[in-house]
């Protein structure tokens, strides 16, 4: 098994979607998490606040500098990751699918390196 990671990118400055199409939304990828936790893929996934919402930590000759607000400024931001457990590649894309449709968002699936420990 291998470790994925599933972005979720929203556009930036665009108004919170109608009540009625979140709660389909939140109903799918309940639906979704609820089929992922029952096979063992499930790892992790949570939504993100908003990039105003960001501290960013920058190394400086020594110290590091403080600063609010997202590191770079875009057309979209990450609002949310999930963390999967599946065999490979095709099986991260097909979950990564879901939730594209899911949610009309991109979705970013990009492996976790492998390391000691694994």
């Known amino acids: 098994m291998t470790l994925y990671l599933l972005s979720l990118h929203q556009p930036q400055g665009e108004l919170p979607p109608d009540p009625e199409f979140l709660a389909g939304v939140m109903r799918q990828l309940g639906e979704l998490r609820a089929e992922l936790v029952s096979t063992g893929s499930w790892v992790f996934g949570q939504g993100l606040h908003g990039p105003e919402t960001a501290t960013v ?62």
């Not at 997202?70 to 599946?86: A, M, N, Q, S």
């Not at 097909?94 to 492996?111: K, M, S």
């Open 57 to 118: 930590l920058r190394a400086r000759v020594g110290d590091v500098l403080v600063t609010d607000g997202p590191f770079v400024e875009g057309k979209e931001y990450l609002g949310g990751i999930t963390i999967i457990d599946v065999p490979d590649l095709d099986a991260a894309l097909d979950v990564g699918r879901r939730y594209a449709l899911a949610t009309t968002l991109p979705i970013e699936v990009r492996p976790f390196q492998s390391g000691a420990g694994d």
